[in-house]
């Protein structure tokens, strides 16, 4: 390569890392491509590429695309960032051995995540005792939460590449990935809404809970009460949202039901759909400074963040949703309409928000569907699973969740 050629792609280069200061990815990655379609004798534009590639890469035909070009940077000579990257794509093609390799390589000069991503690596391989050592070596705050899933994946996830069923594993629970994630890093516990599909949970971009939908949530949070004997002393839950849902749990409980914070005691706090880990926390304070123990559930939870144990101890959906009575957000006014073609709903407008004041009458209507869709015939398995994996934190008894009755 001549030394012009090198100056024209390193001015490609240089432009590709305006665009991306700039948070302009499309463009930066047409410099970034420009620069090395000239095959340019040092290493950023290939690295860059590559950086941009994984992370924007939604296949896996883009992920080998971007470990081409990670491996022709580091042609030129190591480099920790480098490497560390070369793992983030190998862990994402789930190429463990590999990633781990890499991380490891890594650990000496790269960034303080280096360590914990390697211990991630050795927890999808099932070296467990690596990886807590690995991890307890980090001084990182990501390594917390880690460690404590460790248990959790300890006896519930199978190592990579093992035969499902051996003389040591039961078969892997068909489970989908939303309720393992939230069982091992929230301990929150899943109860499912669609009532179909098996024990998978579909994680559309938006779903309407209708008013079965949120009958099936609440038989199971029924049968959940029943069978651990949970002794609460109300139900909470106010507004025109999460009032109704409340309320109809207080009759179909023969507990009383409490729009405002009052008194001390184990409340349920019951509500429609919460949006973050926030929103969670902004509905639980005022009950907890009044003296409550306070468990939340939740029908819909669409924050699309990881698991936190900061979220409801109990969900129906996790995924965008809203209820009947309730919705406000954009997609949760969603109307077919064809002649929309671009903009982020295209075939759809956005109505006017809605939401039914008449809180008796969304109460009597979540009612009568708890009393006609009784025949739940998943709530069996979905409970069972949680008496197999009872790491969770409404099962647990500290301050701020429902202790199990006792004579």
Known sequence: MSELTDR????????????????????????????????PEFPEPWFCLGRLEATSGRD???????????????????????????????????????????????????????????????????????????LREAEEPAAAPLLDALPRYREFIEPAGSERGGPHRPPRDPVEEARAMRYLFGSTLVLGTLGDGGLELR?????????????????????????????FDAIGGGGPHHGPVAAALAELLELPWHDKPAGAGRVL??????????????????????????????????HRGDPSPQEPELIGLPAPSAVEWYRVEPWARLEADDTVTSGEFPGFRVGPAFFDSNQPRVTQALVEACRKYRGDALAGAVLDYYRRHPQVRAFASPEGAPSPGSS
């Open 269 to 302: 706090l019951v509500h429609g759909v919460v949006r973050t880990v926030d929103e969670a926390q902004q509905l639980r304070r005022p009950w907890v400074s009044a003296g409550a123990r306070v468990t939340q559930l939740a029908l819909g939870y669409a």
């Open 8 to 39: 024209i792609a390193r001015k490609h280069y240089e432009r590709g890392r305006m665009f991306e200061l700039q948070d302009k990815t499309d463009e930066a990655i047409a410099a970034y491509r420009e620069a090395c379609a000239l095959g």
């Open 203 to 231: 994680l559309p971009r938006y779903q309407l809970l209708s008013y079965r939908h949120c009958a099936l949530t609440l038989g199971r949070m029924m049968r959940l009460v029943r069978e651990r004997d949970w002794r």
């Open 60 to 134: 896996e035909d883009a992920l080998q695309d971007a470990l081409a070009m990670l491996d022709r940077a580091l042609g030129f000579g190591d480099d920790p960032e480098i490497v560390e990257w070369r793992g983030y794509v190998n862990g994402r093609l789930r190429r463990y051995d590999a990633a781990l390799e890499d991380y490891l390589a890594a650990i000496p000069g790269g960034a303080p995540g280096v360590r914990v991503n390697a211990g991630r690596m050795l927890m999808a391989l099932g070296r467990y005792d690596e990886a807590e050592q690995l």
